[in-house]
């Protein structure tokens, strides 16, 4: 049984030290520096955007022509007037994928986890990155602690996602903490869960996230992870 231990600034700041002492930030500020670097100037653009946050978060998009088109389509080329909300609606727009494969049939995905990366960056950090070890987390600390029960595996779309984040947010007084390192306190502290889980088990991180939701629902006390 796993308790989380509630995040105030002794906890985010002890976590955000194993997250910022590692490479994944100095990755994050390079993206950023990306995104700001090619600011549409055409698809080839948007082509080495979409295949560096593939890579880098391993977000597991074989086909990314289709998802580079949707994006050129829907995403304009002067952002200077778009507002949060227009970042909240571009996520979701650009998720939906289809396209016909070699043997003419038409395929779906739903790329939620990748647009949200993508949209994250193209709007310099100022909207969350949904993200499964995110999600587990939100949904265990809102459960554990104001009985604001979530059982969806994933948020059917990034406004759903966006409004629980911001539940979270509200509810631990996390108003005056930037998003980038909410995000991260949260990634950080489900990886060190999942990373002593499979440890403690012998099995691999996969394996671990749904005993981590298992374990995290039975919670009672804190333990040290």
């Not at 691999?204 to 995290?216: E, F, S």
């Amino acid at each position: 049984m796993i308790k989380l231990i509630k995040p105030d600034k002794n906890q985010i700041d002890k976590i955000l030290g194993i997250y910022f002492s590692g490479e994944g930030n100095y990755l994050n500020e390079t993206l950023t520096n990306l995104f700001l670097k090619f600011d549409r100037k055409d698809k080839y653009e948007d082509l080495i955007k979409a295949v560096s946050i593939n890579q880098i978060y391993s977000t597991a998009i074989l086909n990314i022509n289709p998802v580079v088109d949707k994006i050129f389509e829907i995403i304009p080329s002067d952002k200077s007037s778009l507002t949060i909300k227009d970042y909240i609606k571009l996520v979701d727009q650009i998720s939906e994928i289809s396209w016909v494969d070699k043997k003419g049939q038409i395929q779906n995905r739903c790329n939620l986890s990748f647009s949200s990366k993508y949209i994250h960056f193209l709007s310099n950090r100022s909207i969350p990155i949904y993200d499964s070890y995110v999600w587990i987390l939100i949904c265990g600390y809102l459960n554990q602690y104001c009985l604001y029960k979530i059982r969806k595996k994933r948020p059917s779309n990034y406004k759903e996602f966006y409004d629980i984040y911001n539940t979270f947010i509200n509810t631990f007084n996390l108003k005056d903490l930037d998003i980038y390192k909410i995000d991260k306190y949260l990634w950080q502290y489900c990886h060190n869960m999942l990373t002593q889980l499979s440890k403690d088990y012998n099995i691999d991180l996969n394996k671990a996230k749904p005993l981590l939701i298992k374990l995290i629902k039975q919670g009672e006390e804190p333990r040290n992870l």
